[in-house]
């Protein structure tokens, strides 16, 4: 089995964010400069974890309505509520809230505070490698019964 904790090995420590005032071109600079697709937004009184803002918000709740990204802000287009999960969920948790919510992106969360983020990307990776194993078990398993 495994579990959120073990996708987070290796990741960046490092959490980018945007607050929920902050514009729409503000939010696109920093996820080009970090070659990201989707960030956390914070709400900074709080430290709260209060949306996700991402490219498919962007081309389907701007572009479409022909709204200007300099002129918007976050929090008209950010998807809430924020589906999240906890280290300790496991790989299944993860495809089973990607799958039925239509998410690309899973806040990692510990306690009331984010702690990291895994993407579709992370979990794919994650199916094929053990995949991979199973698949390399089951041929020497075969072979090894040919002896």
Not at 3 to 27: C, H, N
Not at 46 to 57: H, K, Q, V
Not at 76 to 95: A, G, Q, R
Request: contains cysteine; proline residues 5%.
């Amino acid at each position: 089995m495994t579990f959120v904790r073990e996708l987070m090995q290796g990741k960046p420590a490092e959490i980018w964010s945007i607050g929920p005032r902050d514009t729409v071109y503000k939010a696109l600079q920093l996820m080009a400069e970090k070659n990201v697709g989707a960030l956390p937004v914070i709400d900074p009184a709080s430290g709260n974890l209060i949306g996700m803002f991402s490219e498919r918000d962007y081309a389907r709740k701007l572009i479409l309505k022909g709204k200007s990204s300099q002129a918007t802000a976050v929090e008209e287009l950010m998807s809430s509520p924020v589906f999240c999960v906890h280290p300790d969920d496991t790989l299944e948790t993860c495809m089973e809230l990607i799958t039925t919510k239509h998410i690309r992106h899973l806040p990692v969360c510990g306690g009331d505070k984010m702690i990291g983020m895994i993407s579709i990307g992370d979990v794919l990776k994650a199916v094929i490698a053990k995949q991979q194993v199973l698949i390399k078990d089951l041929e020497n398993y075969i072979v090894g019964g040919r002896s």
